[in-house]
């Protein structure tokens, strides 16, 4: 609110014009051509996605037994003496190439990372729906539940959701099953901060008269939650999920370093981080640190794009 | 003010008393206790006999009602893994988690509120750019990574500090501490650094948040309109109103501190209740798992309280008006 | 007749604001005088830019705002471009201001005593024990009851009235010649207005303090002001002493503006309306910034800016159906 009135408040010219030239022509877009950062960010990310779709045709499958040669273990990255340009990063223990290994591994990580966010999103994104248009006792048991996850940090949940499966499960299945196991516990462990967004806007949407307009000409409840409620909620859910798939992204990897996530089989950046450590003293730097920096590119570039997201979508920045 | 305080303690039992059925559903349903005592030879009747002398055939609300008699009185079971008492076990490991936790705390909190407030009051300085581009790094890097890379740097390549264990301790009673020994304390350095690291980005760029919120309010323009210092308006006004969302969000992340310890102890080996933890989820070790399940939750819920109650402490709008939080 | 200069005068005021999408101006050319004790209204819809005028007088022009042209004089001395520590030193000492929304104007977390005394000590030498006893005459003048008990309690625990009362007394703590209050009542009850209305009146007749009292509303104006200004998209549309702007409007503009105030005494069937709406500072028509909406636009107005002109005595308007009265607006004499 400000104090001396907004006279010169941004104007929206807007109206008459076409969709594209409204994008083209919007602040957000404004915005992201004049941020060096979120340029920076976005070709990252896009040379990162490239790299990883187009994994098979880089390198060999590192996982794939019949290309990998034993005796070219532990070979130091090319430029290093020792070393040659077929292993580019170096190899590991097992003879495989430390670039494939970190392709492939990329892949699985952002596959888990945007699984969850999708899971998280959907589930938390519903019950905020729910909760925000019933009200009333519906409201009262999702929130509660909502509270009391919120008091605990979501890698714990995480990991406790992780814990109960692996008990659960007999080993050999929760094995092949490791990568759902991994999405639903992150995914259970973030859908709390979309649901209470949700929650808030649905509640100051239902005020609303087109939506007291179409519940008094008899439209079912569940019609005007996804078409006309949904839309109009979204916004902040973009933000989230961006910054959520940063989170979900070092979650997963977090698990996996601790020998709870995806198993040296299929692994991820945290596993192939985890088996790498067990190098370090012995010099063999290069099958930790190269996961590592692939790790920090990946979720910065994301965080980047987030964090400009929310400071180009916050109105009260403008 | 009574009446707020007894209704959040009320609440908070309920929490425990939830979680307490969790842990339980946990303890006696998932995996089989008897299996897990008794070796693979023992007989069926050997087994039966075992099931009625637990108590495990008795109706669900007794073996409940009997489950947190005992954790109240602090017999948590065995472990499957290691057989001892489980709450000997925590108790042992509990001062090497705390020590690092309290660290860690106390640094995040010590420079993540000044440097929050500088770059909230300095915008555009590049200092402030450097910091927040610097706590950007620090939001985006795990903790575990952070610890890799400092072992690199300091233990491996530079042998300055060590990269596993608690170094010497020093014994009281039960407690025993490294804050008395040298070689205690350099091996705290580390472990320190990296569990603080994310704590202490998250509470800059929240400080530094509110702090450009509040700036922005009417009743700072109005305390400019007077004719206020800059002085005044800043650290008087401005401040003040900033720290006091910032004390609840603390809270909450003081208590993800002990989270973020299980990776960090995973990482240093460092003898606390983390480790334990971890181990137990790889073994299935599930008293260990219920037992730690309600040590954490009894920490959440005593530090949100005391958040709720400092909340109070600070804001004369709640001491009015206990229900309104804003 | 004695010549004395006015307590506050804006000559030829220019605002901008540079936007991605080009410069609006959200003052062009705007003049203002304030005499000694006297009441300014301000008037015009909002956007108009009067809040922005007021503004530009004590330097809080809302970023990227910034002064382009003109210049604004405090008792003869140019204020306007001062450094930010002068300016901090005319803030509250020489010049107070009043916002529209007591609810947010006051710092939560501190007593108001505690306000009151911060303010009074920043501008005014005293010992705390002095300082408290002023706050506390202060606030018995704006006349807040039980004034000794309540004065080390929160903003939280008084209404808005009374809050609103307590920014005056903010306001006038440090005996400033000039008040400007944006829009002091419009976050107020309709029954609570007249009151601080009359509160502000009396405050600022025995401090001898010359008031800019902006507001949208006409009724507020003619309650308490001594002369009035209409401002349009940024621009002087009218100015005189009330009873003259309200009963010869002059401008059009103003003219539909006393037209669509509801007399309980005037027979009429219905309210004028003014067709259309104030233009955007984006999309501001050549000429007359009013002709798109004037019943008595000419050729002239679509294609000039009308001057500022007089139209008798201390009244000047700014239409080009007073070019006859020749004279360009001449400096109003003591």
Redo the contacts between chains.
Sequence with gaps: MTAFGSAAAHPDPTQGQTLRRRLADSDLWYSFRTSPVALGAAVMALLILTAVVCAPWLTHDPFDLTVVDIMDASKPPAWMADGTWQYPLGSDDQGRSVLATILYGTRLSLIVGVLSVLFAVILGVGLGLVAGFAGGLVDMVIMRLADIQLSFPAILVALLIDGIARVALPHELHERLAVFVLIFAIGISSWVHYARTVRASTMVERQKEYVQAAWLVGTPASSILLRHILPNVLGPVLVLGTLGLAAAIISEATLSFLGVGLPPTQPSLGTLIRIGNEFLFSGQWWMTIFPGIALVLVALSVNLLGDWLRDALNPKLR | MLVFVIRRIVQSLFVMLIVALIAFVLFNFLGDPISNMLSSEATAAERAQMRESLGLNDAFYVQFTRFVANVVCGDLGLSYRLGHPVGRLLLERLPATLELVVCAGVLALALGVPLGVYTGLHRTAWLSHAFLAGSLLGVSLPTFLIGILLIFVFSVTLGWLPAFGRGDTVAFGWWTTGFLTVSGLRALILPSITLTLWQLALILRLVRAEMLEVLRTDYIKFARARGLSRRAIHFGHALKNTLVPVITITGVQLGSLLAFAIITETVFQWPGMGLLFIEAVRFADVPVLAAYLVLVSVFFVVINLAVDLLYFVVDPRLRANPGAVT | MVHQPPLLEIRNLRVE?P???GT?V?IDDVSLQIGEGEVLGVVGE???????T??AV?G???EP?RIAGGEIRLNGRRIDGLPEEAL??????EV??I???PL???????SIAAQLV??IR??LDLRPQDARRRALDLLKEVGIPAAEDRMDG?P??FSGGMRQRI?IA??L??HPKLVIA?EPTTALDVSIQAQIIAVLKRLCRDHHASVMLITHDMGVIAEAADRVAVMYA?RLAETGPVADVIRRAQHPYTHGLMGSIPQLTARTDRLVQIEGAMP????LPAGCAFHPRCPRAMDRCRADRPPVVSAATGHQVACWLFEDAAAPAERRDG
Excluded at chain 3, 46 to 52: N, R
Excluded at chain 3, 104 to 110: A, D, F
């Design positions: 604001f936007t991605r999408r609006l959200a909002s956007g108009a830019g009067k809040s922005i007021g503004a004590i809080l022009l809302p705002g901090r030193r005319i803030r509250g000492k107070g201001a916002f529209q929304d947010t104007s006051l710092n939560p977390l501190y911060e303010t920043t501008h929160y939280h625990e920014v903010l306001a703590a440090a944006d940024g955007r500072l984006t999309e």
